[in-house]
């Protein structure tokens, strides 16, 4: 079993930052890919960003040049992702929840979410 917990959201003002925090634990193998999606009221929830185990990022197009997606997949470190939101807007306002995407090492993989994180950005 693998557990996400999220951490980071909150109350700013437009033009502010917030940074948001998710550490994967449990029975991990490998981390495939860990990311964060959004879900505003009465929209359907939407990729924000993701990082692969690579390193690679994809970033929706309303957020590029604003958010930036990093992780720390070390070995003997909580496997984690951060997603630094800078210049926030109003719409960006929603219920943030971390992805993982993970490896059993017999080729299988599983898709964790977390229990989302309220960021609310006022005009």
């Known amino acids: 079993q693998v557990q996400l917990v999220e951490s980071g959201g909150g109350l700013v003002q437009a033009g502010g930052s917030l940074r948001l925090s998710c550490a994967a634990s449990?029975?991990?193998?490998?981390?495939?890919?860990m990311g964060w999606y959004r879900q505003a009221p009465g929209k359907q929830r939407e990729l924000v960003a993701i990082?692969?185990?690579?390193?690679?990022?994809?970033?929706?197009d309303s957020v590029k040049g604003r958010f930036t997606i990093s992780r720390d997949n070390t070995e003997n470190a909580k496997k984690t992702v951060d997603l630094q939101m800078n210049i926030l807007k109003p719409e960006d306002t929603g219920v943030y929840y971390c992805?993982?995407?993970?490896?059993?090492?017999?080729?299988?993989?599983?898709?964790?979410w977390g229990q989302g994180t309220q960021v609310t950005v006022s005009s």
């Open positions: 992805k993982a995407i993970i490896g059993d090492g017999s080729g299988r993989t599983y898709q964790y």
């Open positions: 990082i692969s185990a690579g390193g690679s990022t994809n970033l929706a």
């Open positions: 449990g029975s991990i193998f490998s981390v495939v890919e």
